[in-house]
């Protein structure tokens, strides 16, 4: 096999995995040259060479611009033939059928794999829910996944959390504001009179700062729950999401009396510490919406001298847990976070990065201040 017809196939291949959630075998074209040359092979000449042929040979379709490249819009990838599901047919047939936009049609088609045993009245029911609850997410946000599930959904707390996430997210639906679990709050250091409070978003960073000198002077809290995983932001989102609620049980990790968890969050002054990447800066804008006042830590200081030198930063990729965060953008206006969102556009830290003496030296200073 020749070198050329390697990378054919294994982009074929790709294409058809990258296109197997959606029904239509449809991907977006905006930036799937950046997205093969990440994950297939870093040579455009080829890849663009690749895509030429394969649209000759009716694998994909797709608009060409000047060099044969894809241009906007979508790309429709020709898969080979499998069955489809009576009950994914069923529920695209219900999506046809309603007022939605493509746009909205095309987000939910992969919920239809969910779909199994629903009659087409049941599919009915439920995208009216979805609708209804992507209107009115807002007045929910903080609470408990398995409350707004059977409000919405056909009386189910397990349905909504059933249901493809991503489609869910492209449809509007913010899934990630709703608590998965009980919500509990661990703080530490100095309970009675702490000089600032830090909310940290990882549960490492937060044992080491409790273990660090600058225990004596700050309160430290972070969020603790089973089965939550580092590798998908769920720390940080339940951070944000107790916050938005102001709900969590508080367990303390040092001795005297913990403080109410509505008590912390009216500290002043109070700040926080999370990864140097998007999905932090987005998690510390959420906090911000609920608690102005808040500031960023002294403790980004590290991060941000190692973020520009490559043996210490790592780009959003799979393997290190942040597959899709380079293409996540934080809307904000808050001017405290544009340069940390410029230098984490490519790149970031994680917070584990940062040494007990750092924690020691800059905790309960706030980022950007003379002290």
């Known amino acids: 096999m020749t070198i050329m017809r390697e990378l054919h196939e294994r982009v074929y291949a790709w294409l058809c995995k990258k296109s197997k959630a959606n029904v239509a075998g449809k ?25 030429i042929h394969l649209r000759a040979e009716q694998l994909i379709e797709y608009v060409a611009g000047q060099h044969g490249e894809p241009i906007s819009g979508f790309m429709t990838v020709i898969r080979p033939e499998q069955e489809v599901p009576a009950h994914v047919d069923a529920w695209v047939a219900v999506l046809s059928g309603s007022n939605l936009s493509n746009e909205d049609q095309l987000a939910l088609q992969t919920v239809g794999s969910a779909m199994d045993g629903l009659s087409a ?32 959904l056909m009386g189910s ?6 249901l493809d996430g991503k489609a ?11 608590l998965s679990r009980p919500a509990y709050v661990v703080v530490g250091g100095n309970v009675v009179s702490p000089i600032a409070v830090v909310l940290i978003e990882n549960p490492v960073s937060f044992e080491m700062a409790v273990d660090s000198a600058a225990a004596r002077d700050c ?14 932001n769920d720390y940080g989102n339940q951070l944000a999401g107790v916050v938005e609620s102001e709900q969590a049980h508080v367990l303390n990790r040092s001795a005297g009396v913990a403080p ?25 804008c959420r906090l911000a919406s609920k608690v102005p006042s808040i500031a960023l830590s002294a403790l980004y200081l590290p991060m941000i001298e190692a973020i520009q030198h490559d043996d210490t930063r790592h780009p959003y990729v799979s393997a290190v847990g942040k597959d899709g965060q380079g293409r996540m953008v934080v809307q904000t206006d808050r001017k405290d976070v544009q340069d940390l969102l410029r230098l984490c556009e490519h790149f970031a830290v994680d917070q584990e990065f940062v040494s007990t003496d750092d924690i020691a030296r800059l905790a309960g200073k706030q980022l950007g201040s003379s002290s």
């Open 27 to 51: 991907l977006r074209c905006d930036k799937i040259l950046n997205k093969l040359r990440d994950e297939v092979i870093n040579d455009p000449v080829s890849l663009r060479k690749v895509l």
């Open 121 to 152: 009245g049941n599919m009915a029911t439920l995208l009216n829910g979805l609708i209804r609850l992507r209107d009115n997410q807002m007045r929910h946000f903080g609470e408990q996944v398995f409350t707004v599930s059977a409000a919405y």
């Open 157 to 162: 707390s397990k349905l909504l959390s059933s």
């Open 168 to 178: 869910l997210r492209s449809f509007g639906i913010e899934i990630d504001r709703f």
């Open 219 to 232: 309160l430290f809290v972070c969020t603790f729950g089973f089965g939550l995983s580092t590798l998908t």
């Open 260 to 284: 109410t968890f509505r008590d912390i969050l009216q500290h002043q002054p109070i700040q926080f510490w999370g990864d140097l990447d998007t999905a932090g800066i987005q998690i510390y």
